[in-house]
């Protein structure tokens, strides 16, 4: 089992930036592959970003390739979620979630979730 907790969401304009940040605890110890996924209203939860355990291997999605990064602390339990140069369609509900394995970028594939932080960015 992992625990997964978001933080850093909020309200900011066009062109600004936000971290995002989600803390990892329990199974931890298992290199746990972890994702950002957002969910924006009456749409479907689309991957953003992933990581692998060592931080060598990094997957985006082609509608923030450029603007948003991914990282990682394994010595926090922490994943990050660099976001710049936002754009008003950025807007969503954004998860953290967990998976042991391969970076994938189906939600389906990912086993453990956090509870999620909204992001809003208005033009």
């Known amino acids: 089992q992992v625990q997964l907790v978001e933080s850093g969401g909020g309200l900011v304009q066009a062109g600004g930036s936000l971290r995002l940040s989600c803390a990892a605890s329990g199974a931890t110890f298992s290199r746990p592959v972890m994702g950002w996924f957002r969910q924006a209203p009456g749409k479907e939860r689309e991957f953003v970003a992933g990581?692998?355990?060592?931080?060598?291997?990094?997957n985006y999605a082609d509608s923030v390739k450029g603007r948003f990064t991914i990282t990682r602390d394994n010595a926090k339990n922490t994943v990050y979620l660099q976001m710049n140069s936002l754009k008003p369609e950025d807007t969503a509900v954004y998860y953290c979630?967990?998976?042991?394995?391969?970076?994938?970028?189906?939600?389906?594939?990912?086993?453990?979730w956090g509870q999620g932080t909204q992001v809003t960015v208005s033009s």
């Open positions: 990581i692998s355990w060592s931080g060598g291997i990094t």
């Open positions: 979630a967990a998976r042991f394995g391969a970076v994938l970028v189906k939600q389906y594939d990912y086993a453990y």
